[in-house]
C-alpha cells in the first residue's frame, strides 16, 4: 500500500487540482519504507505505553487511520454499478435558514459530476448519485439511469443532511433484491477510502475505479468548515474512522453487550 505522513500531506497543497486512484507499485525501497514506519510506530507505542502486547494490538489500526489514504481498486470492467458520494456544498445563495433550505451542491460536487461522467462514457452501469452531484448529471449532462440520493425531510420540515453512511444504507435499500454486483465508488480524493470502507460495511462488494482520477481541490466557501482545508479534513475523516473502528472493535470484543 501506499502510505502518507501527516507532514507530507500538510505539505501538500490544497490546491493540487487530481490524483490519480491507481496505486503505484511499491518496489522494494518502498516496502522497506513501510516496514520501518511499522517498527518505529511499535517502538514509540511500547515506550510510551510501557505495554508490548497492547501496542502490537493498537498500531496496525493507527497506521492505517493515519498513514494510509488509498482505497483497494479494481478494474473499470468489473464494476456493476456507481456509487457518487458528495463532499461540501455551498450556503444557499439566496439566503434563509439552511435547516430548512438546501444548501447549493457547490464547485467539488461538481467536479465529482464530471468524474462520473467520464466513468460512465467508459461502463455504461447504473448510478446512484448523493443528490448534490446527481443534480449537475441531470442539468450538466442529462444523464439517464442515475438514481438521486436525497436527503430526509422529517415531519417537522426540516432537512436531515445525509452522512457518508446514509448515503450507503439508503443505496443498499434501493438495490433491494438485484444482484449484489460490484460497486464502484466516486468520491473527493481525501474521502475516497472512507466511502469504499462505508459501502462495504454496509455489505457492498465496493472499490475505486483503477486508472480514475479523483477530484482533490479544496472550496474555501464550502458551507460545512471541515471541508474547506485539507489539514482540517484529514483530522475530521480520521476521526470518522476511529468513530467507526470504535463501535467494531466494541462489538466484536463483547457481542452481547
Given at each position: 500500500m501506499d502510505r502518507r505522513t501527516f507532514a507530507s500531506a500538510a505539505l501538500l497543497t490544497a490546491a493540487a487540482p487530481l490524483l490519480t486512484t491507481t496505486p503505484a507499485l511499491a518496489d522494494s525501497s518502498e516496502r522497506g519504507k513501510d516496514a520501518k514506519l511499522t517498527r518505529t510506530m511499535l517502538d514509540a507505542l511500547e515506550r510510551e505505553l510501557d505495554d508490548h502486547a497492547t501496542a502490537s494490538v493498537v498500531e496496525p489500526d493507527i497506521e492505517d487511520i493515519g498513514f494510509n489514504w488509498h482505497p483497494p481498486t479494481k478494474p473499470v470492467e468489473s464494476i456493476d454499478f456507481i456509487i457518487a458520494y458528495g463532499f461540501g456544498n455551498r450556503r444557499p445563495a439566496g439566503g434563509g435558514d439552511p435547516s430548512r433550505v438546501l444548501y447549493e451542491p457547490g464547485p467539488v460536487n461538481e467536479a465529482l459530476a464530471d468524474t462520473v461522467a467520464k466513468l460512465r462514457a467508459t461502463r455504461n452501469v447504473p448510478v446512484y448519485a448523493q443528490w448534490e452531484i446527481a443534480r449537475f448529471l441531470e442539468s450538466k449532462y442529462h444523464m439517464s439511469g442515475v438514481t438521486s440520493i436525497e436527503p430526509v425531510i422529517s415531519a417537522d420540515g426540516t432537512?436531515?443532511?445525509?452522512?457518508?453512511?446514509?448515503?450507503?444504507?439508503?443505496?443498499?435499500?434501493?438495490?433491494?433484491?438485484?444482484?449484489?454486483?460490484?460497486?464502484?465508488?466516486?468520491?473527493?480524493?481525501?474521502?475516497?477510502?472512507?466511502?469504499?470502507?462505508?459501502?462495504?460495511?454496509?455489505?457492498?462488494?465496493?472499490?475505486?475505479?483503477?486508472?480514475?482520477?479523483?477530484?482533490?481541490?479544496?472550496?474555501?466557501?464550502?458551507g460545512q468548515p471541515w471541508t474547506r482545508r485539507r489539514d482540517l479534513y484529514l483530522v475530521h475523516d480520521m476521526y470518522a474512522q476511529i468513530a467507526v473502528l470504535r463501535g467494531k472493535l466494541i462489538a466484536q470484543a463483547y457481542p452481547n453487550g
Amino acid at each position: 500500500m501506499d502510505r502518507r505522513t501527516f507532514a507530507s500531506a500538510a505539505l501538500l497543497t490544497a490546491a493540487a487540482p487530481l490524483l490519480t486512484t491507481t496505486p503505484a507499485l511499491a518496489d522494494s525501497s518502498e516496502r522497506g519504507k513501510d516496514a520501518k514506519l511499522t517498527r518505529t510506530m511499535l517502538d514509540a507505542l511500547e515506550r510510551e505505553l510501557d505495554d508490548h502486547a497492547t501496542a502490537s494490538v493498537v498500531e496496525p489500526d493507527i497506521e492505517d487511520i493515519g498513514f494510509n489514504w488509498h482505497p483497494p481498486t479494481k478494474p473499470v470492467e468489473s464494476i456493476d454499478f456507481i456509487i457518487a458520494y458528495g463532499f461540501g456544498n455551498r450556503r444557499p445563495a439566496g439566503g434563509g435558514d439552511p435547516s430548512r433550505v438546501l444548501y447549493e451542491p457547490g464547485p467539488v460536487n461538481e467536479a465529482l459530476a464530471d468524474t462520473v461522467a467520464k466513468l460512465r462514457a467508459t461502463r455504461n452501469v447504473p448510478v446512484y448519485a448523493q443528490w448534490e452531484i446527481a443534480r449537475f448529471l441531470e442539468s450538466k449532462y442529462h444523464m439517464s439511469g442515475v438514481t438521486s440520493i436525497e436527503p430526509v425531510i422529517s415531519a417537522d420540515g426540516t432537512i436531515v443532511y445525509l452522512s457518508t453512511d446514509g448515503v450507503a444504507a439508503q443505496v443498499k435499500e434501493l438495490r433491494g433484491s438485484q444482484p449484489s454486483g460490484i460497486a464502484g465508488i466516486v468520491g473527493f480524493r481525501d474521502h475516497i477510502k472512507r466511502c469504499v470502507q462505508t459501502t462495504q460495511d454496509r455489505g457492498m462488494d465496493a472499490f475505486a475505479p483503477q486508472g480514475i482520477d479523483l477530484p482533490g481541490t479544496y472550496d474555501p466557501q464550502s458551507g460545512q468548515p471541515w471541508t474547506r482545508r485539507r489539514d482540517l479534513y484529514l483530522v475530521h475523516d480520521m476521526y470518522a474512522q476511529i468513530a467507526v473502528l470504535r463501535g467494531k472493535l466494541i462489538a466484536q470484543a463483547y457481542p452481547n453487550g
